[in-house]
C-alpha cells in the first residue's frame, strides 16, 4: 500500500512539466498563454483567475499547478488555491500535505492565511491547499469570508490562481466566477462532448462571468508531440 502511494505521488509530480522540464514544448505553449493572459488584462486589472473544467478529468488542476509554475517563473508573486473541496489534487503536484488550508482558513477566526500558506520550494511561488474536505463546500465557498480572503490575497500577491470542481459538477465554479476577475474553462481533448462544453459556458455566463479563454487541453502537437502529461489529470 505505502509503495502504491508513492508511486501516485511520483505521478503528480510527472505532470508538472514547466518545472521538470522548462524548454519543452508544452513549457512553452504554459508561456504562451501567460502571455495571452498578461494581454487580456490591458483595459481591466486580472488578479484572481478561476481554473476550472467542464467535467472531471480534463485536466484542470494540472493546468492550474503548471500555469502557476510559469507566471512564478516570470517574477511574478503567484498564490495557487485549491479551492476544490470535494476532491481537492493541487498539493499532490508539489507533494504537500492537504491537511491544513482553505477550510481550516475559513472555519477558524483566529488563523491568518499566512500561517497556512505553503511554500513549495520555486521562488515567487505559493501554495493554500483545501484543508479537510468540509460537509458545506458551496457555502463555504459562496461566503462573505471567502470573498474577503480572496481580495486580502489579491492585494499581496500579483496573481491568485484558484482550482475548483467542474462546472457541470456542482455549483462551487459558478460560485466563484460570479466574484474573480477571470476564468479559464479547460477543455479535454476527447472528453465532454460539444454540448456540454457548451453548457458549462452558458453556466459560466449567468453567473457573470468574465471568460478570458478556453484551454485544449490532452491535444496533439506537431512534431510528434502529445499532451500526454496530462492524461488521467483532474
Do not use: C
Not at 477558524?108 to 505559493?126: A, H, K, R, T
Not at 462573505?144 to 457541470?168: C, G, H, I, Q, T
Amino acid at each position: 500500500m505505502r509503495k502504491k502511494r508513492k508511486n501516485r505521488s511520483r505521478n503528480y509530480e510527472a505532470k508538472l512539466i514547466t518545472s521538470s522540464d522548462p524548454k519543452s514544448p508544452i513549457s512553452e505553449a504554459f508561456r504562451t498563454i501567460r502571455t495571452n493572459i498578461e494581454f487580456s488584462s490591458i483595459d481591466k486589472q486580472i488578479k484572481n483567475i478561476l481554473v476550472t473544467s467542464t467535467i472531471p478529468s480534463e485536466g484542470k488542476s494540472t493546468i492550474a499547478a503548471n500555469l502557476g509554475v510559469t507566471m512564478a517563473a516570470a517574477g511574478k508573486r503567484v498564490l495557487l488555491i485549491d479551492a476544490d473541496l470535494r476532491n481537492p489534487t493541487l498539493g499532490k503536484y508539489f507533494n504537500k500535505s492537504s491537511h491544513v488550508g482553505l477550510t481550516n482558513l475559513l472555519l477558524d477566526d483566529n488563523l491568518g492565511w499566512e500561517e497556512v500558506m505553503l511554500s513549495p520550494g520555486q521562488e515567487n511561488l505559493y501554495l493554500l491547499t483545501s484543508g479537510p474536505i468540509p460537509p458545506n463546500p458551496a457555502e463555504l465557498i459562496g461566503s462573505n469570508k471567502m470573498r474577503s480572503f480572496v481580495a486580502a490575497v489579491s492585494e499581496s500577491f500579483d496573481v491568485v490562481l484558484v482550482d475548483s470542481p467542474p462546472v457541470l459538477a456542482v455549483a462551487d465554479a459558478s460560485i466563484l466566477a460570479n466574484y474573480l476577475d477571470g476564468v479559464i474553462l479547460v477543455v479535454g481533448t476527447g472528453d465532454a462532448t460539444h454540448e456540454q462544453t457548451l453548457a458549462a459556458k452558458e453556466q459560466l455566463q449567468k453567473a457573470k462571468a468574465n471568460i478570458l479563454g478556453v484551454i485544449l487541453n490532452k491535444a496533439p502537437m506537431q512534431e510528434g508531440y502529445y499532451y500526454h502529461y496530462y492524461y488521467g489529470s483532474r
